[in-house]
């Protein structure tokens, strides 16, 4: 089963640099001043390096919800009862998520994966993929085995591969997971060697004695599992979740087909971290949408070398502000393939020596 994730990372190459240059040469051509359309611009040329058009449409877009449930829970580190996460799958299913009413606006469609929900459920739209009830509590041991974890990232590959093979050109990260912020922050804390009270936020809206029972828990993860950095799998199996390897999975297959991945908050920051590890490439076909409101997301996106495109202060996850970031790639879409250039609409170009 390793061997299916070398062929996966195998065939993540770097975007087009020509159609990104070409692209650059449109953009300076467009009738404004060179930049001045800021990230946008910067947006505009990385889209057209990973779709090798300088003038893409992306028509079906598909948002990919993971979820999965958390031993860590017993430890007290969330606002909510573990039984949320199977309570929300439903409304997810019936599409009254929030994640469903940005989608819906985004006319994006949304894919709903049971990765590992602690609890049964059916569903005619539900995806079920469930690995195992939930991980085991990573503050006594490992979350989960390293097969498992290897079990998990490979759903997200074939959920994204059936998904690129039914015509979605753009996907963006989503989950749903009661305690997922606890695992995400550890793997923050594993892979960059951040401490814990830099790593852990509140979730869902814990206080301050529950904060410093999260941070206690997330040490007490790292020293009692000592994930090594050097070996995605094991940082993933021992302090990581099912939903984040799925969502890692999801993001190596959009690469490896040259799709890209708008990056939802701080949970598909957590996922990110391992696709990168896995395959350093995949950095280059993934967009941040926003800065969550999660302490610790600023720090994980500056470490992935990602600039959000938002900051709306969001922390709800499902993959919200990722939908949210369809109406920007909408706009540079417009921009490439409707603006005038300087030359068809007769406007006179800067003066040579000032620009
Ligand atoms: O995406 C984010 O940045 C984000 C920040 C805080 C919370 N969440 C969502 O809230 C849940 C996890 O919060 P918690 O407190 O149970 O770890 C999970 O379902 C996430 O989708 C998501
Ligand atoms: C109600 C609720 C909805 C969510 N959506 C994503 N995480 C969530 C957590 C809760 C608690």
Same mark, same amino acid.
């Given at each position: 089963?390793?061997?299916?994730?070398?062929?996966?990372?195998?065939?993540?190459?770097?975007?087009?640099?020509?159609?990104?240059?070409?692209?650059?040469?449109?953009?300076?051509?467009?009738?404004?001043?060179?930049?001045?359309?800021?990230?946008?611009?910067?947006?505009?040329?990385?889209?057209?390096? #990973?779709?090798?058009?300088?003038?893409?449409?992306?028509?079906?877009?598909?948002?990919?919800?993971?979820?999965?449930? =958390?031993?860590?829970?017993?430890?007290? %580190?969330?606002?909510?009862?573990?039984?949320?996460?199977?309570?929300?799958?439903?409304?997810?299913?019936?599409?009254?998520?929030?994640?469903? %009413?940005?989608?819906?606006?985004?006319?994006?469609?949304?894919?709903?994966?049971?990765?590992?929900?602690?609890?049964?459920?059916? =569903?005619?739209?539900?995806?079920?993929?469930?690995?195992?009830?939930?991980?085991?509590?990573?503050?006594?041991?490992? @979350?989960?085995?390293?097969?498992?974890?290897?079990? !998990?990232?490979?759903?997200? %590959?074939?959920?994204?591969?059936?998904?690129? +093979?039914?015509?979605?050109?753009?996907?963006?990260?989503?989950?749903?997971?009661?305690?997922?912020?606890? @695992?995400?922050?550890? #793997?923050?804390?594993?892979?960059?060697?951040?401490?814990?009270?830099?790593?852990?936020?509140?979730?869902?809206?814990?206080?301050?004695?529950?904060?410093?029972?999260?941070?206690?828990?997330?040490? +007490?993860? #790292? =020293?009692?599992?000592?994930?090594?950095? !050097?070996?995605?799998?094991?940082?993933?199996?021992?302090?990581?979740?099912?939903?984040?390897?799925?969502?890692?999975? %999801?993001?190596?297959?959009?690469?490896?087909?040259?799709?890209?991945?708008?990056?939802?908050?701080?949970?598909?920051?957590? !996922? *990110?971290?391992? *696709?990168?590890?896995?395959?350093?490439?995949?950095?280059?076909?993934?967009?941040?949408?926003?800065?969550?409101?999660? +302490?610790?997301?600023?720090?994980?996106?500056?470490?992935?070398?990602?600039?959000?495109?938002?900051?709306?202060?969001?922390?709800?996850?499902?993959?919200?502000?990722? *939908?949210?970031?369809?109406?920007?790639?909408? *706009?540079?879409?417009? #921009?490439?393939?409707?603006?005038?250039?300087?030359?068809? @609409?007769?406007?006179?170009? @800067?003066?040579?020596?000032?620009?």
């Amino acid at each position: 089963m390793q061997s299916a994730i070398h062929e996966i990372t195998g065939r993540i190459t770097a975007p087009d640099e020509k159609s990104s240059l070409q692209a650059v040469l449109h953009l300076n051509n467009l009738t404004k001043p060179p930049g001045s359309l800021g990230r946008l611009e910067a947006l505009a040329v990385q889209l057209a390096g #990973i779709s090798s058009t300088v003038k893409p449409s992306y028509t079906k877009r598909t948002v990919v919800v993971m979820a999965a449930d =958390h031993g860590v829970c017993s430890e007290g %580190v969330s606002a909510f009862p573990q039984e949320v996460t199977l309570q929300m799958a439903f409304n997810f299913l019936t599409g009254g998520a929030a994640v469903n %009413v940005l989608a819906r606006q985004g006319n994006a469609e949304v894919q709903f994966v049971d990765i590992g929900i602690n609890g049964e459920l059916s =569903h005619p739209d539900l995806i079920a993929r469930k690995v195992r009830m939930g991980t085991d509590n990573m503050a006594v041991g490992p @979350a989960m085995s390293r097969d498992e974890a290897l079990q !998990a990232l490979l759903v997200g %590959v074939q959920v994204a591969e059936e998904a690129v +093979q039914n015509g979605t050109d753009l996907f963006i990260t989503g989950e749903m997971g009661i305690g997922n912020t606890t @695992a995400s922050a550890a #793997i923050l804390c594993a892979f960059e060697n951040v401490s814990p009270e830099l790593a852990v936020g509140r979730g869902t809206g814990i206080d301050d004695a529950q904060l410093r029972n999260k941070i206690r828990v997330v040490n +007490q993860a #790292i =020293h009692i599992n000592q994930p090594n950095a !050097a070996d995605p799998l094991d940082v993933l199996s021992k302090v990581g979740g099912l939903e984040i390897a799925g969502l890692a999975g %999801v993001i190596l297959g959009a690469a490896a087909n040259r799709v890209p991945v708008v990056l939802d908050g701080f949970i598909s920051g957590a !996922a *990110a971290l391992v *696709a990168r590890a896995l395959a350093p490439e995949s950095i280059s076909y993934m967009i941040s949408s926003h800065v969550s409101g999660e +302490q610790g997301h600023r720090l994980m996106l500056q470490r992935l070398g990602l600039e959000p495109l938002l900051d709306l202060g969001l922390r709800l996850g499902e993959g919200t502000g990722g *939908a949210l970031c369809l109406h920007l790639i909408d *706009a540079v879409s417009h #921009i490439m393939n409707e603006m005038a250039t300087f030359e068809s @609409a007769g406007v006179s170009g @800067a003066e040579i020596g000032n620009q």
